[in-house]
């Protein structure tokens, strides 16, 4: 785990990045899921119709389910090499590792907010989530 620790300031700062990335994730996310419903049609197609070859189709779906993810991936990368932690990438909840009071703490944010209101103890969840 990186022991990278935020101040609110730094984590603030960070905020526009991480709601443009979390933007961008929900764009591949999207478009992985319609690549991914062509590639079941497309399956279900073949084994309807007495197995015409489809290779090229299927290597070509296969091939943009893989790149999208990669994207996701990439950006999940990003956002995780600086020492935040990603809680749930699809309601886009992120935790920046803090210190207040002697007491080691998570700074809490979630996607729609537009800076960082709460924070848990490292022991907690979102749930028991406290106003700055």
Known sequence: MNSKIFNIKEANNLIP??????KAIKK???KLKL???KY???KDKVLGNGFVNHDKDFSSLESAIKTEQTKIDEILKKI??????????????IDFPSITNEKHIFLCW???ESYIKYWHLQDEGFNQRKLL
Request: no cysteine.
């Open 80 to 93: 995780s090499v600086l020492g935040i932690i990603i809680r749930d990438i699809n309601l886009g909840i």
């Open 28 to 30: 591949h996310q999207e």
């Open 35 to 37: 690549i991914t419903d």
């Open 110 to 112: 979630k996607i729609g």
């Open 17 to 22: 990045w991480i709601d443009s990335s979390f």
């Open 40 to 42: 079941i049609k497309l």
